[in-house]
């Protein structure tokens, strides 16, 4: 069964509109989402609950994410930073799809710039 992706999809797509005040609310949406706890209040213990990292990450959106690391914003920078971190925290698929997009080089390069503001620094190293 597929997964119930929705709005998703768009939102993903909206990573790399051209205007950074379009990727700023699908990038944070996206971010709430990989955050998101699934809690079936029904009591219904048959359900198995939604892995929302899992629905984000089918809809290839770490690769974009890992793209948004160099934006020129540092608040699209802090918030895919702290995007893959929330990714990287979650199962061994999840860490290993984050290393696959290849977005630890470019985190770590942010790690160790100086000029880097300090707050993308900071959710830059969460990551790795």
């Given amino acids: 069964k597929d ?9 993903v797509e909206l990573l790399h509109h051209e ?9 944070r949406t996206i971010g709430n989402i990989v955050c998101a706890e699934y ?8 359900s198995t609950p ?9 809809c290839d959106a770490v690769p974009r994410l890992k793209r948004l690391i160099d ?3 540092r608040e699209i920078q802090k918030e895919a930073c702290w995007t893959l971190s929330n ?3 979650g199962t061994v698929d999840q860490i290993q799809a984050v290393i696959d997009s290849g977005a630890i ?13 300090q707050e993308v620094r900071s959710e830059a190293c969460w990551v790795v």
Wanted: aromatic share 4%.
């Fill in 71 to 73: 934006h020129n914003n």
């Fill in 19 to 27: 205007n950074w005040r379009v990727t700023k609310p699908a990038l």
């Fill in 87 to 89: 990714i990287a925290a």
């Fill in 105 to 117: 080089p470019p985190l770590v390069q942010l790690v160790n710039d100086k000029k880097t503001d």
């Fill in 3 to 11: 997964p119930p992706c929705g709005l998703v999809p768009r939102l």
């Fill in 50 to 58: 939604t892995d929302f990292t899992e629905v984000i990450l089918e």
């Fill in 39 to 46: 809690d079936d209040e029904s009591g219904d213990k048959s």
